[in-house]
T-cell receptor, first 115, second 113 residues
Framework: DTGVSQDPRHKITKRGQNVTFRCDPI?????LYWYRQTLGQGPEFLTY????????KSRLLSDRFSAERPKGSFSTLEIQRTEQGDSAMYLC?????????????FGSGTRLTVV | EDQVTQSPEALRLQEGESSSLNCSYT??????LFWYRQDPGKGPEFLFT???AGEEKEKERLKATLTKKESFLHITAPKPEDSATYLC??????????????FGKGTHLIIQP
């Protein structure tokens, strides 16, 4: 297992376009998380899945954002009608524990630039 | 609302010069406090989870401690490869709240040879 994989690593898009990111977690991990990180800030929680169920969404996740995890495997995060304020690093993480205490394994992120 | 404040924002040390990073937190019921290391262009790398006041954990030159209001990450005789941003995060006990981590802004640590 090579850890948590995210694709693409970098994405430049024009304002108003839709973008989709993919995350492949560690195969035996049942929990998957999405975070957003801007320069000089810590990661901010967006949403998480336990298996295929999306159990929690932050108020940061506006209606333009949607996440899916079909069959409890990989996950996608889509941003519709991108805005310049969406420019950030989007991080995916996965964990095995039922209480989230085992320490997440993060991917290297997808850096989004909206021009 | 959960809050995590880390200090200092940046710290420059000479190789071998020990120091401590601080993480002050406010959370309604702490499930766990986490320390991560983040290198430029990469995702955070898990270091420790602390669960209750008085707990300590060690890994190589790093030692994390926890009180009811803050956590410290002590770095003993650091080497240049310890240079990174160190992030602190808290996880609240469930009960309708978000199950995600609340992170601080991090301490950017530079170890000069």
């Amino acid at each position: 297992d090579t850890g948590v994989s995210q694709d693409p690593r970098h994405k430049i898009t024009k304002r108003g376009q839709n973008v989709t990111f993919r995350c492949d977690p560690i195969s035996e991990h049942n929990r998957l998380y999405w975070y957003r990180q801007t320069l000089g800030q810590g990661p901010e929680f967006l949403t998480y899945f336990q298996n295929e169920a999306q159990l929690e969404k932050s108020r940061l996740l506006s209606d333009r954002f949607s996440a899916e995890r079909p069959k409890g495997s990989f996950s996608t995060l889509e941003i519709q009608r991108t805005e310049q304020g969406d420019s950030a690093m989007y991080l995916c993480a996965s964990s095995l524990g039922s209480r989230g205490l085992d320490g997440y394994t993060f991917g290297s992120g997808t850096r989004l630039t909206v021009v | 609302e959960d809050q995590v404040t880390q200090s200092p924002e940046a710290l420059r040390l000479q190789e071998g010069e020990s120091s401590s990073l601080n993480c002050s937190y406010t959370v309604s019921g702490l499930r766990g406090l986490f320390w991560y290391r983040q290198d430029p262009g990469k995702g955070p790398e898990f270091l420790f989870t602390l669960y209750s006041a008085g707990e300590e954990k060690e890994k190589e030159r790093l030692k994390a401690t926890l009180t009811k209001k803050e956590s410290f990450l002590h770095i003993t005789a650091p080497k240049p490869e310890d240079s990174a941003t160190y992030l602190c995060a808290v996880l609240r006990e469930s009960g309708g709240g978000a199950d995600g981590l609340t992170f601080g802004k991090g301490t950017h640590l530079i170890i000069q040879p």
